[in-house]
């Protein structure tokens, strides 16, 4: 009878609006857009979570080593075009078509994109997110609040003329594709300011002679990117800022200094592993 008694005490418990879907009637906003992931309490799933930050800031980095940390998919929009064109999806030949003119590729296509992926990772089991790459424009933001909850929102900064130096300082192997960066930081505290270091994120031997660096990573480009990023994110960050999502971080230093400050910010210094070690 006890037993009995749990069960039923159970199966009310997980149908008490306080544990499961509190918003899903806010679920879909805009109706041409699926609810993908549902609208699971933040407690019963995973994270579902933004990263915003510069060209250059290392905000890939930053999301694929906290992925790891807490078993989620790390999302690149970037990743998910470049995947579509590949294959024989049904977009890929109106993705070539824009490519191959120079265009952007719609919010639209790009919405679409996410969603399909995370109702195939829903479909194998995931739980949670960190995206990476998306939104970039308050238009996406607000598409992304009717496909999916986002919980919180990190905002990786980076002192501009370092941000500078580290983009100019990029390479990319010509022949594994591989990222790394030569720009050695060592800059002096001054006005209160700590000092700030970063090291290179040099390439294996292999493939030290393959480098070469994007031809749209020079001076004049990479500060005009820059502009253009914080037109455009501006709006990004207030709208997740009203929703009390938005959290600042200004990257201390390069990823010895900066990752277990970042956990320490993210109250995840429990989850502080081999990874730190390793960095
Ligand atoms: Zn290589």
Same mark, same amino acid.
Request: with cysteine.
């Given at each position: 009878?006890?037993? !009995?008694?749990?069960?039923?005490?159970?199966?009310?418990?997980?149908?008490?609006?306080?544990?499961?879907?509190?918003? !899903?009637? %806010?679920?879909?906003?805009?109706?041409?857009?699926?609810?993908?992931?549902?609208?699971?309490?933040?407690?019963?799933?995973?994270?579902?979570?933004?990263?915003?930050?510069?060209?250059?800031?290392?905000?890939?980095?930053?999301?694929?080593?906290?992925?790891?940390?807490?078993?989620?998919?790390? &999302?690149?929009?970037?990743?998910?075009?470049?995947?579509?064109?590949? $294959?024989?999806?049904?977009?890929?030949?109106? !993705?070539?078509? &824009?490519?191959?003119?120079?265009?952007?590729?719609?919010?639209? &296509?790009?919405?679409?994109?996410?969603?399909?992926?995370?109702?195939?990772?829903?479909?194998?089991?995931? $739980?949670?997110?960190? +995206?990476?790459?998306?939104? @970039?424009?308050?238009?996406?933001?607000?598409?992304?609040?009717?496909?999916?909850?986002?919980? +919180?929102?990190?905002?990786?900064?980076?002192?501009?003329?370092?941000?500078?130096?580290?983009?100019?300082?990029?390479?990319?192997?010509?022949?594994?594709? *591989?990222?790394?960066? &030569?720009?050695?930081?060592?800059?002096?505290?001054?006005?209160? @300011?700590?000092? +700030? %270091?970063?090291?290179? +994120?040099?390439?294996? %031997?292999?493939?030290?002679?393959?480098?070469?660096? @994007?031809?749209?990573?020079?001076?004049?480009?990479?500060?005009? @990117?820059?502009?253009?990023?914080?037109?455009? %994110?501006?709006?990004?960050?207030?709208?997740?800022?009203?929703?009390?999502?938005?959290?600042?971080?200004?990257?201390?230093? *390069?990823?010895?200094?900066?990752?277990?400050?970042? !956990?320490?910010?993210?109250?995840?210094?429990?989850?502080?592993?081999?990874?730190?070690?390793?960095?």
């Amino acid at each position: 009878m006890a037993v !009995l008694n749990r069960l039923i005490r159970s199966a009310v418990a997980a149908r008490s609006p306080a544990l499961t879907f509190s918003s !899903l009637s %806010s679920s879909i906003k805009d109706p041409s857009f699926p609810a993908t992931t549902g609208r699971t309490a933040a407690a019963e799933r995973n994270v579902q979570w933004v990263f915003l930050g510069c060209p250059g800031v290392g905000k890939g980095t930053y999301a694929s080593r906290l992925s790891s940390l807490l078993g989620v998919p790390h &999302i690149a929009t970037g990743d998910l075009v470049r995947e579509e064109l590949n $294959s024989s999806g049904p977009l890929s030949k109106q !993705l070539a078509e &824009i490519v191959n003119q120079g265009k952007l590729v719609s919010d639209e &296509i790009i919405i679409k994109l996410l969603s399909k992926r995370l109702e195939e990772g829903g479909a194998r089991g995931e $739980s949670g997110f960190i +995206l990476d790459g998306f939104p @970039r424009t308050l238009r996406q933001a607000e598409i992304l609040d009717g496909v999916t909850e986002i919980d +919180l929102v990190i905002n990786l900064k980076l002192r501009e003329d370092v941000l500078l130096e580290k983009c100019l300082g990029r390479r990319i192997c010509s022949q594994c594709g *591989g990222n790394f960066n &030569i720009a050695n930081i060592n800059i002096k505290g001054e006005n209160g @300011r700590p000092d +700030l %270091s970063m090291a290179p +994120l040099l390439p294996p %031997s292999h493939c030290a002679s393959k480098l070469i660096a @994007r031809s749209d990573d020079t001076e004049p480009v990479v500060k005009e @990117r820059l502009r253009i990023y914080h037109e455009l %994110s501006q709006p990004v960050e207030d709208f997740y800022r009203k929703q009390g999502k938005l959290l600042e971080f200004e990257l201390p230093g *390069g990823i010895p200094e900066s990752w277990p400050k970042l !956990l320490h910010a993210l109250n995840l210094d429990d989850h502080d592993d081999k990874q730190s070690a390793a960095a």
